[in-house]
């Protein structure tokens, strides 16, 4: 082996592919061995290139300390200081490092559940190792990997070709190469450039066409692409939209921190008022303005939201992803494994003259019979068995017999192929015998603008044949057997299978054409010269799950749309069946697609249920036409081709079972079951993530603006400063600090897919919400501020008071907090179990008051005094009020409600 961790890499596109394998220890047939492996990875190190260096504990608690809140806190601290208070000083002090200390930690538990979820999108590559085909993760990758290459597939090492068949790889990431480069296995002279290697493949590239097997030359840094990795090292993934919108939102309150302070510090300047005390006050009034909570709420909201869908088979790519699902408007999806259950069985044949078969069995065992007008097939009946020979060769499936009686039949390969495989075994022809008869000699890997596949086969002597398969109205165009009337004879009766929902392809053969596969022309070189075998339709049952999950789009505002490969009138049959398709609604296949002007797609649009047979140019023109019309769009895809409409999309899905890597790239979000009802779930979830973060900011514009109206109130009117500045810390920092983030746990409401999408440009603070601080502002003020007066009137000790204020001021926030649960569904019937994390929050928050009413070291450092017990049922009671009103609110909106729905 001469390349690997710190060996010099030999000229391998120098050599040939027998000599590469033989220099890297590999065998072309069966691979590595898992003892082999072993060892090169122990030598090598992982495939792997080098990450940017992890913060230490220390650097993340330093970060915190970087905010023009603590620069407000530390300035406060001095302050304090320079008045001799020292007491004042020490509770700012130990305030700022709690405060970093809990961000650190908040900010570590985010990193390691993006860590976690960033393991779930890895790259997967397909090696042969013990003679057996492998997934395995591309960081295992070692030298000498026999690697299986297909189109869609990223190449996760740098790696020598062994052979190929009508392989391209993009290669723009590492050359700058902006159309895929053909691949060629043959040894080139040693002093080749590194664009011009053709049959060398290199990490960080895709296929794009064709299939190969590749031997790996280097792992890791000692890639091509390893020498340019310190480029990307620093990269970061930039703010989302919802984060720059918040970060603004905290600008606008900082400014109106600082209006603040110059406001209180003039009025209690006026009032003749103690200076040192006025502005220690205002400095904590400022803090209290200023939602340092918002961003740790966010990135916790976001982290927990990428966990939730996670658990449900949605993996984040993309951070803005999780904002933008709660805005989709339109979901235009895949329909063979997404809408269906990728469980293709052969239900019928038919052949030339207009004879059809039916044919039984279910899933993949090869047991069922073939029926023609109720009567058993012949085994010799040659049509049929033509028919099914070619499906058979021109295949790429493999079917797997079960290991036990207690197994069953599976599959390796496309479920489609493997459907063909079932039905040629149900026919009686014996598989192994058949390929061992007619070996592949060439082909032509299928091809999404063709819609086509076709493979070349020696028989014995001289005999040569070719079969092609795919949609039937791309086979028949290379048909030239039995004049007009034959092919549209076929094309009826392709029609007609496919309304009755089967999903159908053709299949030809070509005689004599042993050198139609070789040279550039490729399918072309096969028009006028194909006979056809017959047609094959298959059924693919939709979704249990799928319907229900359609219905559940339509309430929530979401326009489903099928995008399809299959025919246009098996498309409608299924999308009918889903609900997708209704009345008034059409399909449009890609040629329909293709004569229509943008004026016209525009029209029609909005009928438009089902879009067939379109090739990955028309997709994209699909996505931008309805992001044209205002829609927010997620678009799902599993193909190299699809890669360009997922890109483009809002959100672009791709499938983790059936999708390539290339569309896993391009995607923000991987479905791993590849289940319409999965990504509807992932829309959920990302309602759910935008209206907690709505909650949190809620909460913390209400609770900041109550404290401040008392204060100005107090000011205002002639009265003593109802708060010292350590109590307004205590509140902004303890009291609100152990309630925001647990907030943002909130489970679902249960009615979010019953809400419409929330407007790509909602408004952080909208009339609703405006309106719900409003009240809830003024019931906290009413409450605070008239029970410090009325005592005060009363004639209590002020040092009495000003405790009492204090903690009823932290009692309105307990309450506050429950009504920032939902807008109008009533607290009491919530029930505060439903969010274990805020009901945690809540217990410290008032454990800790109890702490700073009770405990003499807190009390003295907070100047609090004991409430006797008996006391805090009155002050709960009042604080109550907050409750009652919100309650009140609600009701009077459930009302509403009820009254516009009657």
């Known amino acids: 082996m001469r390349s690997g961790a710190g060996l010099p890499a030999a000229p391998w596109h120098a050599l040939d592919a027998e000599a590469a394998i033989e220099q890297l220890g590999s065998d072309a047939q069966a691979g590595l061995s898992s003892r082999l492996v072993a060892l090169r990875a122990a030598e090598a190190g992982p495939n792997a290139l080098p990450e940017p260096p992890r913060r230490s504990p220390l650097a993340v608690v330093l970060r915190q300390f970087k905010s023009p809140l603590i620069y407000i806190l530390f300035i406060a601290a001095a302050l304090a200081v320079g008045m001799g208070h020292w007491s004042d000083a020490a509770v700012i002090l130990a305030v700022v490092v709690v405060n970093a200390l809990v961000g650190a930690w908040q900010e570590g538990r985010a990193e390691r559940s993006m860590a976690a979820l960033r393991k779930l999108a890895a790259l997967q590559v397909r090696v042969l190792r013990d003679a057996q085909e492998q997934t395995v993760a591309a960081r295992a990758l070692v ?202 069985t052969v239900r019928a044949l038919w052949l030339p003259g207009g004879r059809r078969i039916e044919v039984d069995g279910v899933g993949y065992a090869p047991q069922g019979a073939l029926t023609e007008a109720d009567a058993p097939v012949d085994a010799a009946d040659e049509a049929v068995a033509a028919l099914l020979r070619g499906a058979a060769l021109c295949n790429d499936a493999e079917l797997v017999p079960p290991a036990d009686d207690r197994a069953q039949w599976t599959v390796l390969g496309d479920p489609t192929e493997a459907a063909l495989l079932v039905a040629a075994v149900k026919a009686g022809i014996d598989l192994q015998a058949l390929r061992s008869q007619a070996p592949r000699a060439g082909e032509l890997p299928f091809d999404a603008d063709h819609q086509l596949m076709a493979t070349r086969h020696d028989g014995t002597g001289s005999t040569r044949s070719v079969f092609v398969k795919g949609a039937p109205e791309a086979v028949l165009r290379l048909c030239a057997d039995g004049g007009a009337p034959a092919l549209e004879a076929a094309r009826q009766a392709a029609e007609a299978m496919a309304a009755q929902a089967l999903r159908v392809l053709a299949v030809a053969r070509v005689d004599a054409g042993g050198d139609a596969l070789a040279g550039a022309a490729g399918f072309d070189a096969l028009a006028g010269r194909a006979t056809l075998l017959g047609l094959i339709g298959q059924i693919d049952p939709p979704r249990d799950e799928a319907r229900a999950a359609v219905d559940e789009c339509r309430a929530a505002g979401i326009r489903p749309v099928m995008v399809t490969g299959d025919h246009k009138l098996t498309g409608l049959a299924i999308a009918r069946a889903l609900g997708i398709a209704r009345d008034g609604d059409r399909g449009v296949d890609g040629g329909e697609l293709e004569r229509m002007d943008e004026a016209e797609l525009q029209e029609e649009l909005a009928r438009i249920a089902v879009f067939a047979r379109v090739h990955p140019a028309q997709k994209l023109r699909i996505v931008e036409a309805l992001q044209a019309r205002g829609e927010v769009v997620a678009m799902t895809g599993d193909g190299v081709n699809d890669a360009p409409a997922l890109a483009r999309a809002d959100v672009g899905v791709a499938m983790g079972i059936t999708g390539t890597e290339v569309a896993k790239s391009a995607a923000r979000i991987v479905i791993t079951d590849d289940d319409f009802a999965t990504l509807v779930d992932a829309v959920e979830q990302g309602r759910v993530v935008y209206a907690n973060l709505k909650k949190v900011i809620l909460y913390l514009f209400a609770t900041s603006i109550d404290e401040v109206i008392v204060l100005l109130l107090a000011l205002l009117l002639g009265y003593r400063l109802p708060l010292a500045a350590v109590q307004i810390l205590w509140i902004n920092i303890v009291t609100e600090g152990t309630l925001t983030v647990n907030l943002v746990m909130d489970p679902p409401d249960g009615d979010e897919m019953r809400r419409p999408p929330v407007p790509r440009d909602d408004a952080l603070v909208d009339r609703a919400m405006l309106g719900r601080v409003a009240l809830m502002v003024s019931a906290a003020v009413l409450a605070t501020f008239g029970w410090f007066v009325w005592r005060q009137a009363e004639g209590v000790a002020f040092e009495v008071v000003r405790t009492e204020t204090f903690t009823l001021l932290a009692m309105c926030q307990w309450f506050n907090v429950l009504n920032c649960q939902s807008a109008t569904r009533s607290t009491l019937r919530l029930g505060i179990l439903r969010n274990p ?64 729905a009657g």
């Not at 070291?857 to 009652?884: C, E, N, R, Y």
């Open 143 to 344: 030298p000498g990997d026999i690697l299986l290459l297909a189109a869609g597939d990223a190449v996760g090492a740098d790696a020598r070709l062994i052979d190929e068949a009508s392989l391209a790889a993009a290669e723009a990431a590492l050359t700058g190469e902006s159309v895929p480069v053909a691949k060629d296995a043959a040894a080139l002279p040693e002093a080749t450039g590194l664009a011009d290697r053709r049959n060398m493949v290199f990490s960080g590239t895709y296929i794009t066409a064709g299939r190969a097997r590749a031997v790996v030359t280097a792992i890791g840094t000692h890639t091509e692409v390893g020498a340019i990795a310190r480029l990307t090292e620093a990269a970061q993934e930039p703010p989302t939209p919802l984060e720059l919108r918040i970060a603004q939102f905290g600008r606008f309150l900082v400014a109106a921190a600082l209006v603040l302070f110059v406001a209180v510090t003039l009025l209690g300047w006026l009032r003749g008022l103690p200076l040192a005390e006025v502005v220690m006050v205002a400095i904590s009034q400022m803090v209290s303005m200023v939602p340092e909570g918002l961003p740790v709420a966010m990135t916790i909201a976001l982290a927990v939201g990428m966990q939730r869908m996670a658990a449900r088979g949605a993996i984040i790519r993309r951070l803005a992803a999780v904002e933008t699902l709660g805005s989709t408007t339109v979901i235009c999806s895949d329909k063979t494994g997404t809408l269906t259950r990728n469980e293709m």
């Open 837 to 900: 994390w805020l009901l945690g929050g809540l217990a410290a928050s008032v454990l800790l008051q109890g702490a700073v009413l009770y405990w003499p070291p807190l009390a003295s450092l907070f100047h609090t005094v004991p409430i006797a017990p008996a006391d805090l049922a009155p002050l709960l009671g009042v604080a109550s009020v907050v409750l009652w009103a919100e309650e009140l609110r609600k009701l009077a909106a459930r009302r509403g409600a009820s009254t516009r």
